[in-house]
């Protein structure tokens, strides 16, 4: 099955600064990477996501980046604020399976990055 | 609107009680998802629903009791729960379209907690 890892574990950053948080998957049918944000108390919320036939997609200040020849993505956000402090999963899915006659997608998920922006 | 809604928020239960979470979304979402995510860990995958019947139970205890009564609710009975059970239960939900990729949508989450 699919295994993603997921770096750093913790990132401690100032207001205004650059993180970048990366995740390599090994399941090279993996064709999609969505990102969630998960602050204290509350469900992980997507922030952004990209397809294998894409290379990069931009958000504001949120940009992530695939490379599929060496099964890794990363996360970047620019500018941080304090609000951006949370903890962050990214995560990747095979295409869908078939199971009993219907189909899903099973997200696998990394192990997590503690974000803190200082102010 | 994106929105999965999920009650109780917080759940309190003894080993012996029966008590059920609740989760509903009106994003006309054809796959239905229960997580359990213990602190500082990723979501697991409990089970997965697909135009209302079980596609995916990820080898769960059986005092963990899906259900999925339309398209839009999908409830998860406890009964005989242990402490080591307390997490926070997540539902998601996503569309089921065999030739792309689709999103999963978390809501909020039930902090359950096992005595």
């Known amino acids: 099955g699919e295994n993603v890892e997921q770096h750093p574990s913790t990132l401690s950053v100032q207001e205004g600064d650059s993180a970048v948080i990366k995740c390599t998957y090994s399941?090279?049918?993996?064709?999609?990477f969505p990102w969630y944000k998960q602050e204290l108390g509350k469900g992980p919320q997507l922030i952004i996501d990209?397809?294998?036939?894409?290379g990069e997609k931009k958000d504001q200040r949120i940009a992530v980046t695939l490379n599929k020849t060496a099964k890794h993505f990363s996360l970047h956000i620019t500018e941080t604020q304090p609000e951006d402090s949370a903890v962050y999963f990214c995560?990747?899915?095979?295409?869908?399976?078939?199971?009993?006659?219907?189909?899903?997608?099973?997200?696998?998920f990394g192990q997590g990055t503690i974000l803190t922006v200082h102010p | 609107d994106t929105e999965v809604t999920q009650t109780p928020k917080h759940l309190v239960m003894g080993m012996t009680n029966k008590k059920s979470l609740k989760c509903e979304q009106h994003?006309?979402?054809?796959?239905m998802y229960w997580y359990k995510q213990k602190a500082k860990k990723p979501p697991e995958l409990m089970f997965v629903?697909?135009?209302?019947?079980?596609?995916i139970n990820e080898s769960v205890p059986s005092r963990f009791s899906p259900e999925c009564p339309n398209s839009s609710l999908l409830n998860l009975h406890l009964h005989a729960l242990q402490p080591e059970d307390s997490a926070l239960y997540l539902c998601?939900?996503?569309?089921?379209?065999?030739?792309?990729?689709?999103?999963?949508?978390f809501g909020p989450g039930t902090r359950l907690t096992v005595l």
């Open positions: 998601a939900s996503s569309q089921v379209v065999p030739t792309r990729t689709d999103t999963q949508y």
């Open positions: 399941d090279s049918a993996s064709n999609y």
């Open positions: 990209i397809r294998s036939n894409v």
């Open positions: 995560a990747a899915r095979p295409p869908f399976l078939n199971a009993g006659g219907t189909s899903y997608g099973k997200l696998t």
């Open positions: 994003m006309g979402h054809r796959a």
């Open positions: 629903y697909s135009y209302e019947k079980l596609s």
